[in-house]
Nanobody, 129 residues
Framework: QVHLVESGGGSVQAGGSLRLSCAGS????????MGWFRQAPGKEREGVAA????????NYADSVSGRFTISQDNGNNTMSLQMNTLKPEDTAMYYC??????????????????????WGQGTQVTVSS
């Protein structure tokens, strides 16, 4: 059973930075589509970024492109999300997700939460103005 645990959330002022981590265990495949999602109160969960661990190719939502960077550390089975120039609208619960199918990381499918098989419990990010 794949187990994902997020960490690194917290409170920061607008313009600040945070680095989220997702520690994984129980992987049964050598490659996964790993994604970060977020959900603000009263809003639907939305895809933030994704990475295919086989090639390192990445995808980003337009709202975070140029500010957030997703990366992987295969040696530690850890995925990270570096978030810079944070805005109040980035405030949300952030979740990491994993799916063993390469197509999950293709075109717009990376941003669709129904395509991911495994989920973490989330970590809260709050950005104040």
């Amino acid at each position: 059973q794949v187990h994902l645990v997020e960490s690194g959330g917290g409170s920061v002022q607008a313009g600040g930075s945070l680095r989220l981590s997702c520690a994984g265990s129980g992987y049964t495949r050598s490659t996964y589509c790993m994604g970060w999602f977020r959900q603000a109160p009263g809003k639907e969960r939305e895809g933030v970024a994704a990475i295919w661990t086989g090639s390192g190719s990445t995808n980003y939502a337009d709202s975070v492109s140029g500010r957030f960077t997703i990366s992987q550390d295969n040696g530690n089975n850890t995925m990270s999300l570096q978030m810079n120039t944070l805005k109040p609208e980035d405030t949300a619960m952030y979740y990491c997700a994993a799916d063993p199918r390469r197509l999950t990381c293709a075109d717009i499918r990376w941003s669709q939460d129904g395509n991911y098989l495994h989920w973490g419990q989330g970590t809260q990010v709050t950005v104040s103005s």
